[in-house]
């Protein structure tokens, strides 16, 4: 029997507390009715889901980001969005800036060399403000928010009947 502990991990930006207490505030004040809004502690922007992996992985992958370099940028969330078929109620960005577009190459890169398949999928910046949604109208984003990416996250994510909690396995910088 394989005892082996699993980890279901991805590689992350966490807004600051000012851009995620925006973000909370935004998801509160559009979602319907009925939606599940994510808690701003919980708000973050994925970079590269990897899904199940065990203890040797979860070692690999901060093997592979401590390889990583890239320069900080800001993120800036200037357009809402909804995917229907997922209930997915979300904000994100007319354009992803180039040094983030950089450090998701670098980190896929590195993922690629430490045996791990990026996403096959086009990458979609985005941060999810609410679950569960039924129909949306989306108004525009008037004021966009944004912070400033300083560090990159690996997170383990605990997935429960009702609710998802995020642990940070462990971060690393962006330098200048």
Do not use: C
């Not at 983030?100 to 996403?119: I, K, S």
């Not at 966009?144 to 605990?158: G, I, M, N, R, T």
């Amino acid at each position: 029997m394989n005892t082996a502990r699993r980890h279901r991990v991805f590689f992350a930006l966490w807004p600051d507390g000012e851009a995620a207490g925006h973000l909370e505030a935004l998801g509160h004040a559009l979602a319907p009715k009925g939606a599940k809004v994510v808690p701003g502690e919980k708000l973050h922007m994925t970079l590269a889901f990897i899904g199940s992996v065990d203890d040797e992985g979860v070692e690999r992958l901060m093997d592979a980001a401590d390889r990583v370099r890239a320069e900080p940028f800001e993120v800036r969330l200037d357009r809402l969005g909804f995917w229907p078929q997922g209930g997915v109620f979300h904000a994100g960005n007319r354009e992803t800036p180039s040094r983030q577009r950089r450090l998701l190459q670098a980190l896929n890169a590195e993922l690629l060399a430490a045996g791990f398949a990026p996403d096959k999928r086009p990458y979609v910046p985005h941060v999810t403000l609410a679950r569960r949604v039924r129909g949306l109208s989306l108004p525009r984003l008037e004021t966009p928010v944004s912070w400033q990416a300083e560090e990159f996250s690996l997170v383990k994510s605990h997935l429960h009947p009702s609710v998802a909690s995020y642990e940070t396995l462990a971060s690393w910088s962006l330098d200048s």
